[in-house]
């Protein structure tokens, strides 16, 4: 890995020290230049491209289900990871004695979807506490029952960067014929994925994030054997077999994934994110993890250096990831005010749950995690 040759295609290193990846990646040049070919297609012919668009779409739906080991059916374009969370809750067959199984760490999206369920069909929801920000399967196998409809659940959390083994949370749930769906964002990108390795039935994630791709980007995969049964919840020519045909007749939803698509895609996002899933194939996922694996290790070794601050996420080897969250052990600074100062330095990162968010990702460098340090060091001191 040749990060001077990395870090010349990504314009944000020529700025800023970025390090807040699990926030809103930035683009790849290659990825801007794509965006813009579409856009400028579009601007010098209207729809003239249409069909080239479309046959780029096909190849970035290839890109996904081979970078997830998925084939191209089971893969839905989404802008969001929101709307593909809702996809699944909206259109699942629920019954009056059905449970949802959860945890306490989860960003909003992944929580509200399940809320409305509950509510609205009178489920129980059920919540699985952490324990010093660590999620434990145990504390799951006491919530999931024959009675659980569905576990819902981050591959890593946003806020700490714990990662689930989602491989034995998935067997715990089709244990008792449950369904687990998986919010991918801060997972897909920086840490290999392989869902039928994990045997997850639902995973979706945006693009905008690790993934290195534009905003309004996303996919949703459904397990093929699945697909009959969500009812999709909105529908449009997309959703139909015959996608092309508009004359008025009855539908016949997709024999695939696209009958979760509606209306209009993201062509221009769609282009940037199959060079951003090229990239980050050539480089390779495993080299990505290990990449930033190396400089967390750098990182954690500095911050064990610094008197004011503690590491509050999870450092055992099966559960970090690209992401760390440090709690500031003086009260009377507030970790918004370091982030402001930190921007004034140039280096941007994240504050979430009263700590600090640091996320590194491969075309980062020992030398930016040092300037972090010293300036935390010194924003820090009592």
């Not at 980007?217 to 092309?244: A, C, N, Q, W």
């Not at 990702?361 to 300037?371: G, L, S």
Request: glycine share 6%; proline share 4%; charged share 25%.
């Amino acid at each position: 890995m040749n990060i001077d040759e990395l870090r010349a295609q990504f314009p944000v290193t020529k700025h800023y020290t970025y390090l807040n990846h699990a926030a809103v990646a930035p683009l790849p040049q290659s990825v801007i230049n794509a965006v813009y070919e579409v856009t400028q297609e579009k601007g010098d012919s209207g729809g003239l491209h249409w069909m080239d668009w479309e046959e780029e779409a096909e190849k970035t739906r290839n890109a996904i289900a081979g970078l997830i080991n998925a084939t191209p059916e089971e893969i839905a374009f989404v802008p969001n990871t929101s709307e593909g969370l809702s996809i699944i809750a909206n259109g699942l067959k629920w019954n009056k004695n059905d449970n949802i199984v959860t945890n306490d760490l989860e960003f909003p999206s992944v929580a509200f979807p399940w809320q409305i369920q509950a509510k609205k069909h009178g489920l129980e929801l059920r919540i699985v506490r952490n324990r010093n920000e660590a999620l434990f399967l145990e504390d799951f196998e006491d919530k999931i029952d024959r009675n659980t409809k569905v576990v819902a659940i981050s591959h890593v959390q946003f806020s700490n960067g714990f990662k689930i083994d989602l491989k034995r949370l998935s067997h715990l749930a089709h244990e008792n014929n449950a369904y687990i769906i998986i919010d991918g964002v801060q997972g897909v990108g920086q840490i290999p994925v392989d869902v039928k390795q994990i045997d997850v039935d639902f995973y979706t994630s945006s693009g905008y994030k690790w993934l290195l791709s534009p905003v309004a980007t996303g996919f949703l995969f459904l397990k093929r054997e699945l697909l009959e049964e969500i009812d999709p919840t909105f529908v449009g020519y997309r959703s139909d077999e015959l996608e092309h045909e508009f004359h008025f007749r009855e539908i016949s939803p997709s024999k695939s994934a696209r009958r979760f698509e509606h209306g209009q895609l993201n062509f221009p996002g769609i282009a940037g994110m199959r060079v951003a899933i090229a990239l980050l194939e050539k480089i390779g996922i495993h080299n990505i993890e290990n990449r930033i694996r190396v400089l967390m290790d750098y990182l954690l070794a500095g911050i064990e250096e610094i008197r004011e601050l503690k590491v509050i996420s999870s450092l055992t080897p099966e559960h970090r990831s690209g992401i760390i969250k440090v709690k500031i052990e003086n009260s009377d600074i507030d970790p918004e005010e370091i982030i402001t100062k930190l921007q004034e330095q140039h280096i941007i990162i994240s504050s979430r749950a009263g700590g600090l968010r640091i996320s590194c990702n491969f075309y980062n460098t020992e030398e930016e995690i040092k300037r972090l340090l010293d300036a935390l060091s010194l924003l820090t001191q009592s």
